[in-house]
Structure formats: structure tokens, C-alpha cells
């Protein structure tokens, strides 16, 4: 009996044994896991730590962003009405280069020298006598003189609106090579695709859009230092002293109103027709030894 005890003792105790290192074991594991969940807890703070101070940075460089922009928006607002009125005179501009092709073309189609043979045939009824010209069938010389002298007249209204759109135009190309180099540095520009000035509100969306823009700042890591802070808004900075900076020239619109009004001279002269011009001036090529005419 005492061997069957000491056999069922011995059993029991290989069973604690087992149990003992079983549970070692999974203490064993329960260190590891608890040590590999610190270590994932700490990554994790650790990332966190760094996202969040790579946020901070961002949403500082945002709001500091957005403050050049609100002062550039204002600035440009100080020179729009300079922008609408150039708008006016270049309007004048075309309107007079439009009326300066229409008037040229008028000259082209009377003869492929039109002035020159009204010169000449102006200088011949000038010194011819009245019965040489019965001859032609001129009954009022001063009259043919005066149909004649309005070629002339207009060759030379044609000459001064091309001079006087020749400088307007190099003032209007100075004015934009004031803004070209804050075009360069980022500035939207002011102009659609066909010149045209863009309304202030379809503008100041784009100034909006520049304002709300921070892709520039996705790479940003680490904390926010000062050469970050100029590498990334130094441009913008620079855009709102070099727009401060601007002084534009004072032009008058009167010119441009002059050049409107001289166009329109050119245009109300009026031209005799092609085959009452032919008539006219033939009488003058036998006298005067010039070429016949070619139409």
C-alpha cells in the first residue's frame, strides 16, 4: 500500500512539474508580447510625435502663407484702376489700326501708286491753261484739285496714325514690362488668353487659389526652422516688396483720344472711285511723260 502511495506522490508531483514549466513558459511568452506591444506602443508614439509636429509646421507655414497673400491682394487693388484705363487706351489702339487698314486697303484698290499720280496730275492742272484742259473735258479744275488732293490727304492721315500707333504701342509694351517680372516670380497674371483685362472677382479668385496652394509644403519634416521658413514663403515675400516697389508711369489718356480722333479724319475723307480717280488722272501721262496706267 505504501508503494502504490509513494507511486501516485511521485505522479503527482511530475504532474506539478509539467504544470510549473507549462506555466513558465507562457509567462515566457507574456514578456515577449508585453515587451513586442512597448516596442509597437513607442513606434507608434514616436510616429505620431513626428506627424504631429510635421502638422504644426505645416499648418504654420499655411497661416504664414496666407498672410502675403492677403497683403498682395490688397496691393494690386491700388493699381487696378491703372490696369481698366490702360484697357481703354489700347481699345483706342485697335480701333485705330482696324480704320488704318481699312483706309490703306481704300488707297490699294484706287491704283498701285494712287499719291504719286495724284501729285502729278494736281501739279499738271495747276499749270495747265483752261483751254488745254477742254481738251479733257476738265470744267472745273479746282474741283478735279480738290477730289485729287483728298489721295493725298489720305496717304497722309494713314502716315500719322501709323507713327502715332507706332508710339502708343511702345508706351503699352513698357507698361506691361513693368508687371512681366512679377508674372515670372509667380503673380497671376492679369490677362486672359485673348489680352483682355480679367473682371477683379475672376482675379482675385486666382489670388485665392495661389493663397489656398500648399503643396509646396508636403515635403516638410522635422521642426519648423527659420531657413524652412524662407526657402518655402522667401518668393512670396520677395512678389510683395517687389509689387510695393512698382511706381507706374503717369500717361495721359488725351493722347489716346487724340490718336481716336485723328483716325477718324482718316476714315471720313473720302475717296473718288476707282474709275472717276482713272479719269482724272489719265490727262496727266502723255504731258508729263509718266507710265499709262496699269489697274
Not at 229 to 252: A, C, N, R, W, Y
Request: charged share 30%; glycine share 2%.
Amino acid at each position: 500500500m505504501k508503494e502504490k502511495e509513494i507511486s501516485q506522490l511521485i505522479q503527482e508531483k511530475n504532474a506539478l512539474v509539467q504544470e510549473k514549466n507549462q506555466l513558465a513558459q507562457e509567462k515566457s511568452q507574456l514578456v515577449q508580447d508585453k515587451n513586442q506591444l512597448d516596442k509597437t506602443n513607442k513606434e507608434r508614439l514616436e510616429k505620431i510625435s513626428k506627424l504631429k509636429t510635421r502638422l504644426m509646421g505645416r499648418d504654420l507655414l499655411k497661416s504664414t502663407q496666407h498672410f502675403p497673400w492677403d497683403l498682395i491682394s490688397g496691393e494690386v487693388g491700388k493699381f487696378w484702376k491703372d490696369l481698366r484705363r490702360l484697357e481703354v487706351k489700347k481699345s483706342y489702339i485697335y480701333s485705330a489700326l482696324e480704320r488704318h487698314k481699312l483706309a490703306t486697303e481704300q488707297l490699294a484698290h484706287l491704283h498701285k501708286s494712287p499719291v504719286e499720280r495724284a501729285k502729278s496730275t494736281i501739279t499738271f492742272l495747276k499749270f495747265t491753261s483752261d483751254e488745254y484742259l477742254q481738251n479733257f473735258k476738265v470744267n472745273d479744275r479746282y474741283q478735279t484739285i480738290v477730289l485729287l488732293q483728298r489721295v493725298v490727304e489720305k496717304e497722309e492721315f494713314i502716315q500719322r496714325v501709323h507713327d502715332k500707333c507706332k508710339v502708343l504701342q511702345e508706351e503699352i509694351k513698357a507698361f506691361y514690362a513693368i508687371f512681366k517680372p512679377l508674372m515670372d516670380k509667380g503673380l497671376p497674371f492679369f490677362w486672359d488668353a485673348k489680352n483682355r483685362l480679367l473682371k477683379r472677382d475672376d482675379y482675385d479668385n486666382l489670388v485665392v487659389a495661389k493663397r489656398n496652394d500648399h503643396s509646396n509644403f508636403e515635403d516638410l519634416e522635422g521642426n519648423l526652422r527659420g531657413e524652412i521658413l524662407v526657402t518655402k514663403l522667401g518668393d512670396v515675400f520677395e512678389l510683395l516688396h517687389m509689387i510695393k516697389m512698382i511706381s507706374l508711369p503717369q500717361t495721359e489718356v488725351e493722347e489716346y483720344i487724340n490718336l481716336e480722333i485723328l483716325s477718324i479724319q482718316m476714315k471720313d475723307i473720302m475717296l473718288p472711285t476707282k474709275n472717276h480717280f482713272k479719269e482724272m488722272i489719265k490727262m496727266a501721262v502723255k504731258p508729263l511723260g509718266l507710265i499709262p496706267l496699269t489697274f
